[in-house]
């Protein structure tokens, strides 16, 4: 089983920028894909970025070109860079890392942005 901690997150105005952490303990080295979902009230569960092993990405269309997501292997350690945010990214992060085809979750994160 893997264990998910959350760090990051909080307050932004429109057009500043944020991290998130995530660091994993436990049966890490079968790890899969890691990354991040996201989820508005009222909204279904959301991908924002996800990293392979190998390094592969893959965002969420509303995000590409403004978030990027890196992976440290060694520190089993994954981080979600936020530029140029808008309001519509106001949701709860919840990173997660797949194992087998089974993910586990963060406890979630809150990022608002609003001036």
């Known amino acids: 089983q893997v264990r998910v901690l959350e760090s990051g997150g909080g307050s932004v105005q429109p057009g500043g920028s944020l991290k998130l952490s995530c660091v994993f303990s436990g049966t890490t080295s079968m790890m899969e894909g890691i990354g991040w979902y996201r989820q508005s009230p009222g909204q279904e569960r959301e991908l924002v970025a996800g990293i392979s092993r190998g390094g592969m990405r893959r965002y969420g269309d509303d995000v590409s070109g403004r978030f990027h997501i890196s992976r440290d292997n060694a520190k089993n350690l994954v981080e979600l860079q936020m530029y140029d945010q808008e309001r519509e990214d106001t949701a709860v992060f919840y990173c997660?890392?797949?194992?087998?085809?089974?993910?586990?979750w963060g406890q979630g994160s809150q990022v608002t942005v609003s001036s």
């Open positions: 997660y890392a797949g194992t087998g085809g089974v993910n586990s």
